[in-house]
């Protein structure tokens, strides 16, 4: 895992000496205890620039951190826009200051904070904040935006005064918020004819592969579209079988291995699989809630370490992962929802105002023919982006019903939308489709599906890289027309049309699955599941955050009924509750 921390700015500053860029830490700039990865380093001029991770430059590769610092001097911060692959970076300029910035993807967390001496602390765990000075203390919003999310959104985190940057933003010691040095442009009136953007993308995500093929890699394999695809082109660019590693659950439903066996038969790969049990759960939870420096409650975060612990145990250095395939080409089942609510927006108005919603709204709406339509047109009246959170678990609950009064009055139950709001507007695109492309390659993505992925795969002590994420795969999906990502209500048409003759055609029909866990199911079968459930609801309990009637209710009656519904509510609390236990965090957080 990376590990790079340091200060700038405060009364204590001065240019590093040589060799002082990877000291202990105690000079006050930059510390790196990374056994995996690269690192490039430059100095000249008064200036010196730290870069880790796989860092390109615009056409080039072996010298990114010597050409930005070549480009800096008549550019400054625009000059990282000539930076591609997955990075965090550091720049110290002795005239103009200095500069911290992650990639376009923030593919690792990069928090920072500002020390009471004025200066900027900068870190990828938040534990080095504080042994450089800052405090750290609970924000009570934080905590509501976890409940919310299942994880913090950036820019904001857990803790007061600390703030995590988001893709393709930097912060500098003397900037009071982050700026921005790129963002993904949308082309929707381009007419490409399919046949040549098919090609392009075909030879796009080789090329992706390409660069990360290196030395002993594996893929990961679900059976989904793709991570079969990775998967495929990995055995392309290298001239041989891929390795594959694949988990599966002995739980009707929830096993998957069988479309990962069609994708790795088809490709020739030497298939690794693993099957999660219970136990395996139980061991993980309290691994995992120590792993992040935040509350985080992804439970795919389960399968993706063993499949990861996997692969490092077969010798494997580093895994290609799937992820951004839906985030780019409209894979999720939401954004089809949402466009057929907005249909209704299109009405004349006369109708909807005049005829439908005195209709909907009159004792007549209730009977079974209307109820479906009041309920489509309730849901379409809600503007977006709030409309795509219609099935939150705490607003379908309740935030009243679910928290304390006391916790309440120190949050504003708002903030998530504003949160939503900020990325959904955060863009060029005209069309809702992009809009909300643009949303979750913000918040789905680089606040929670990179976030577990790569620190499991930190912790399984193996590095992991995302192909369909290359920067020239995710320029492209921008030019990729909206009416082909999603066609007639087919998600990903352009992608599995692309992919048609690459894919088997059971991996193309698949519908959508994810990394899912049968936690629900399980804690009603296997003891110690259910006795560290029980007694983590229960310490939560005693906090002031979640009233004790809904921990009560979950426990006796509403996991029984819906196991897997509310199994996800479950988890998320018990994830919070183990991640306040493993940092000694005892009684209430909540203010009296």
Not at 279 to 289: F, G, K, Y
Not at 409 to 426: F, M, N, T, V, W
Not at 518 to 532: C, D, K, Q, T, V
Not at 563 to 581: A, N, R
Request: aromatic content about 10%.
């Amino acid at each position: 895992m990376i590990d790079l921390w340091g200060r700038m700015g405060g009364a204590e500053d001065h240019p590093p000496e040589s060799g002082q860029v990877f000291g202990d830490g105690r000079t006050g700039w930059v510390c790196i205890d990374d056994p995996q990865g690269r690192w490039f380093h430059a100095e000249m001029g008064g200036r010196w620039v730290l870069l880790r991770g796989w860092p390109r430059w615009a056409g080039q590769s072996d010298r990114p951190a010597q050409a930005l610092l070549e480009a800096w001097g008549g550019r400054k911060e625009a000059a990282l826009e000539d930076l591609y692959g997955q990075f965090l970076g550091v720049l110290f300029d002795s005239e103009a200051g200095g500069v911290v910035f992650v990639d376009r993807l923030a593919s690792w967390p990069l928090y920072y904070a500002r020390r009471a001496d004025g200066a900027l602390l900068f870190a990828t765990r938040m534990a080095r904040l504080a042994e450089m000075g800052f405090e750290l203390s609970l924000d009570p919003q934080g905590l509501y935006d976890y409940l919310y999310f299942h994880t913090v959104p950036a820019p904001k985190t857990i803790h007061w005064g600390v703030f995590s940057l988001r893709p393709g933003r930097f912060v500098t010691p003397r900037s009071e918020a982050e700026g921005r040095y790129w963002r993904l442009h949308y082309e929707e009136d381009a007419s490409t004819p399919f046949e040549r953007l098919r090609d392009e993308l075909l030879e796009l995500v080789k090329r992706g592969v390409a660069r990360q093929a290196e030395g002993a890699v594996g893929a990961f394999l679900s059976g989904g579209t793709d991570s079969s695809t990775v998967t495929g082109m990995l055995g392309r660019v290298r001239g041989e079988a891929p390795d594959t590693y694949s988990i599966g659950f002995d739980e009707p439903g929830y096993d998957e291995l069988d479309y990962a066996r069609v994708a790795g038969r088809h490709f020739g790969a030497r298939m690794h699989e693993y099957k999660v049990t219970p136990e395996d759960i139980v061991n993980a939870i309290p691994l995992i809630a120590r792993s992040y420096d935040q509350p985080f409650g992804n439970s795919s975060a389960v399968p993706t370490y063993f499949c990861a612990r996997l692969a490092r145990e077969d010798g494997k250095t580093r895994l290609l992962a799937g992820d951004g395939g839906d985030e780019l080409f409209a894979g999720n089942a939401r954004y089809a929802k949402q466009l057929l609510f907005d249909r209704y927006r299109h009405l004349p108005a006369v109708l909807r105002k005049g005829l439908v919603e005195p209709l909907v709204e009159s004792p007549l709406g209730g009977l079974p023919g209307l109820a479906k339509l009041r309920s489509y047109v309730r849901q379409a009246r809600i503007p977006m982006p709030e409309r795509m959170e219609t099935y939150n678990l705490l607003e379908r609950l309740g935030p009243e019903n679910v928290l304390t009064a006391e916790f309440l009055s120190q949050i504003d139950p708002h903030h998530p939308y504003q949160i939503l709001r900020r990325a959904y507007e955060d863009s060029d695109a005209r069309t809702l489709l992009n809009r909300m492309l643009t949303l979750d390659y913000q918040i789905t993505l680089a606040d929670n599906d990179l976030q577990k992925v790569g620190r499991m795969c930190a912790v399984a002590g193996i590095e992991v890289a995302y192909p369909l994420l290359d920067d020239e795969v995710v320029e492209f999906a921008g030019r990729v027309p909206p009416e082909m990502k999603l066609k007639d209500q087919q998600l990903r048409w352009f992608f599995k049309a692309a992919l048609s003759d690459f894919l088997p055609r059971q991996v193309i029909e698949k519908k959508k699955h994810g990394f899912g866990l049968p936690f629900g199911p399980w804690i009603h079968r296997y003891p110690p599941l259910a006795e560290l459930v029980g007694d983590s609801l229960t310490d939560l309990g005693r906090r002031g955050i979640v009233r004790r009637d809904l921990i009560q209710r979950l426990q006796k009656d509403l996991l029984g009924e819906h196991p897997s519904y509310y199994g996800t509510l479950v988890w998320v609390l018990m994830m919070l509750e183990q991640w306040f236990s493993c940092r000694g965090i005892d009684g209430s957080v909540v203010a009296r």
